[in-house]
């Protein structure tokens, strides 16, 4: 049985009649199922595990990335699908899995076509995409064999799956080669500078370094001074840390046009 898990910005009546074209185009396809909508009182980890006890086939989540993220990593490990239905235009997601927006994205569902991806892991807790750190406050080591140490450049990222850039969406001429592909064995680290937007201006990205390592260790440079790591876009965990590739996998559902 297919579940629907909407997002808790959903619930804005703008949102309706996007909503009745996606719930009229599974009817159509014969995938319609149950919807479950998450608020304050419902959170995507305490649905799921009820989900999985009614014996659900297949979890779809509707809306945006970061709770795509938490799906899939409730799912860890799971031979539960999950579908995404992408409804805000900039999500990194679709591009990466081949999803068109909003009801088109349900013809890739019905298609079900799997993918199995590794998914990232920092100490006790799993990652799907990326990890996200302030440069000059962290000395990184790479398989115990060489240390990354900046005073000069603002950001680190340590990628699991997505764009090998700081940027939160898609440039139309990004290509294959600039995504690291949680298939690889392997995770990628970049440093450098976000681009900054302040009004009409903007200072464009600078990419100084790309690394790539199997296991990480992450200290803070000052003793005393705990630096935040943001996973994923949105959940935070301080240092020290170790990250590595998890040994779970999630399976999902993707489309043909997939860039990973």
């Given at each position: 049985?297919?579940?629907?898990?909407?997002?808790?910005?959903?619930?804005?009546k703008k949102y309706e009649k996007i909503?009745?074209?996606?719930?009229?185009?599974?009817?159509?396809?014969g995938i319609a199922g149950r919807i479950?909508?998450?608020?304050?009182?419902?959170?995507?980890?305490?649905?799921?595990?009820?989900?999985?006890?009614?014996?659900?086939?297949?979890?779809?989540?509707?809306?945006?990335?970061?709770?795509?993220?938490?799906?899939?990593?409730?799912?860890?490990?799971?031979?539960?699908?999950?579908?995404?239905?992408?409804?805000?235009?900039?999500?990194?997601?679709?591009?990466?899995?081949?999803?068109?927006?909003?009801?088109?994205?349900?013809?890739?569902?019905?298609?079900?076509?799997?993918?199995?991806?590794?998914?990232?892991?920092?100490?006790?807790?799993?990652?799907?995409?990326?990890?996200?750190?302030?440069?000059?406050?962290?000395?990184?080591?790479?398989?115990?064999?060489?240390?990354?140490?900046?005073?000069?450049?603002?950001?680190?990222?340590?990628?699991?799956?997505?764009?090998?850039?700081?940027?939160?969406?898609?440039?139309?001429?990004?290509?294959?080669?600039?995504?690291?592909?949680?298939?690889?064995?392997?995770?990628?680290?970049?440093?450098?500078?976000?681009?900054?937007?302040?009004?009409?201006?903007?200072?464009?990205?600078?990419?100084?370094?790309?690394?790539?390592?199997?296991?990480?260790?992450?200290?803070?440079?000052?003793?005393?001074?705990?630096?935040?790591?943001?996973?994923?876009?949105?959940?935070?965990?301080?240092?020290?840390?170790?990250?590595?590739?998890?040994?779970?996998?999630?399976?999902?559902?993707?489309?043909?046009?997939?860039?990973?």
């Amino acid at each position: 049985m297919f579940f629907y898990i909407y997002d808790s910005f959903l619930s804005d009546k703008k949102y309706e009649k996007i909503l009745n074209k996606i719930e009229t185009r599974l009817v159509n396809l014969g995938i319609a199922g149950r919807i479950v909508r998450l608020s304050i009182l419902k959170n995507i980890e305490e649905i799921i595990k009820d989900l999985e006890e009614k014996d659900a086939t297949n979890i779809i989540i509707v809306g945006e990335d970061k709770t795509f993220f938490k799906a899939a990593k409730s799912l860890a490990g799971r031979r539960i699908p999950l579908g995404f239905i992408p409804i805000k235009n900039n999500s990194n997601v679709a591009r990466l899995l081949g999803l068109p927006i909003n009801e088109l994205s349900c013809d890739v569902i019905s298609g079900r076509l799997i993918e199995t991806v590794s998914l990232g892991k920092i100490n006790e807790k799993n990652f799907l995409s990326f990890l996200e750190m302030p440069a000059e406050e962290v000395i990184v080591t790479c398989d115990h064999q060489y240390l990354i140490k900046t005073n000069k450049l603002k950001k680190i990222r340590i990628l699991n799956l997505g764009l090998l850039n700081f940027d939160d969406f898609f440039r139309e001429n990004e290509t294959k080669k600039l995504v690291a592909n949680s298939k690889d064995d392997r995770l990628e680290i970049i440093v450098g500078n976000p681009a900054k937007r302040f009004l009409f201006l903007k200072t464009e990205e600078i990419l100084d370094s790309l690394f790539c390592a199997k296991e990480i260790e992450i200290i803070n440079k000052k003793r005393n001074k705990k630096i935040p790591i943001i996973i994923d876009g949105g959940e935070i965990i301080e240092t020290p840390v170790r990250v590595s590739l998890s040994t779970k996998k999630v399976r999902l559902i993707v489309g043909r046009d997939r860039i990973i």
